[in-house]
């Protein structure tokens, strides 16, 4: 194994989708978090707080994804 | 993978590496129509839209003064996009945007939860091709509005906003043409791509894992009662791939009725 580098492609696709997934990670909490605070001020909101929390997770997590498909087309190629 | 899997020695190699990932996703073809080759994938995709179209010709067949149970379902499945994505994000214009994003919206649900069905258990959404297209489709509608309703007005101040200070107006055009012209369909068709491919790997692994280790209890003994655990876990990720199914059909719908609102309404 000493000096395989071969070996060492596959694990590092997984540790750049690791670094990549830390980002949108606390992303997606902070959307989230803060819209369960805006449920609870204000419920009869609930609707399009749900939706717009949905539409923020999406944008959010795309970064995240992107990574994943790239750990794919790093470990094929 | 499961089949590659079972051919290997359970007993001497600790990790049995599949051949390939693709192997889960790429299928041979089944049977050729006059030069057309249809695979599991290209079926399963005419299956989905005959699924559809058969679900709203039975829901709708007879409009009754009070629907049946079946025809009520159908209905509030329309009255949601209909209010619940084209009217509350569009506007009073979303009526017209109803039909593309009903059959958009509908056609993903069930190519999503195709994942989850028993005996077919593939997501056709899953095959770049179908998410690609779609978005494609959402970006040309979306830039055609942009165009028709703006004139080159939507190009110009996307590059050259005349809200954002004159100092920051290159720097703020450069990262909206980028996202609005790019990004955009980019990240519509990949996210639906990955959250699908993501499911149907995590859901194979740990069920086929879980039926490889239980398979071989007579074989290396106790040590394959952890084959219990994973199909337990698989058993959940069941669950909560039912619920990603179903969000990502609606997400991808919403995110259209987004852009083409921000395509009417580009003033704001």
């Known amino acids: 194994m000493e000096g395989n580098i071969e070996a060492l492609t596959g694990a590092l696709s997984l540790v750049g989708y690791g670094l990549g997934a830390i980002g949108p990670g606390i992303g997606v909490g902070i959307v989230a978090g803060n819209a369960i605070t805006a449920m609870a001020r204000q419920p009869e909101m609930q609707g399009t707080i749900r939706t717009t929390m949905f539409l923020g997770i999406a944008l959010t997590e795309a970064l995240a994804l992107i990574g994943f498909v790239l750990f794919f087309i790093a470990s094929a190629g | ?268």
């Open chain 2, 1 to 268: 993978m499961i089949l590659a899997a079972e051919s290997c020695d359970v007993v001497n190699e600790v990790i049995c590496a599949p051949a390939n990932v693709t192997e889960l996703f790429e299928f041979p073809t089944i049977f050729t129509v006059g030069g057309l080759e249809f695979s599991r994938s290209s079926v399963l995709m005419l299956f989905a839209a005959f699924v559809v179209l058969a679900l709203f010709y039975f829901g709708l067949r007879q409009q009754r003064l009070v629907p049946t149970k079946f025809g009520v379902a159908i209905e509030g499945a329309i009255g949601f996009v209909r209010d619940g994505i084209g009217r509350d994000v569009i506007g009073p214009e979303g009526a017209r945007y109803t039909p593309y994003l009903l059959a958009m919206f509908s056609f993903l649900l069930v190519g999503n939860l195709f994942e989850v069905t028993p005996l077919i258990n593939f997501p056709v959404t899953s095959r770049m091709a179908i998410p690609a297209f779609l978005s494609l489709t959402t970006y040309l509608i979306f830039m055609f509005l942009g165009f028709a309703r703006n004139n080159f007005r939507y190009l110009i101040d996307t590059v050259w906003p005349k809200a954002v200070p004159v100092g920051l107006r290159w720097l703020v055009g450069l990262i909206e043409l980028f996202s609005i012209f790019l990004l955009r369909p980019l990240t519509l068709a990949v996210r639906l791509f990955a959250n699908m491919v993501a499911g149907h790997l995590m859901l194979s692994l740990l069920l086929g894992s879980g039926v490889v280790f239980l398979a071989a209890v007579p074989e290396i003994g106790l040590k394959g009662s952890i084959g219990l655990f994973w199909f337990a876990l698989g058993l959940f990720m069941f669950l909560l791939e039912l619920v990603v199914s179903v969000l990502q059909a609606y997400i991808f719908t919403l995110l259209t009725a987004v852009y083409i609102e921000s395509s009417i309404h580009f003033e704001h």
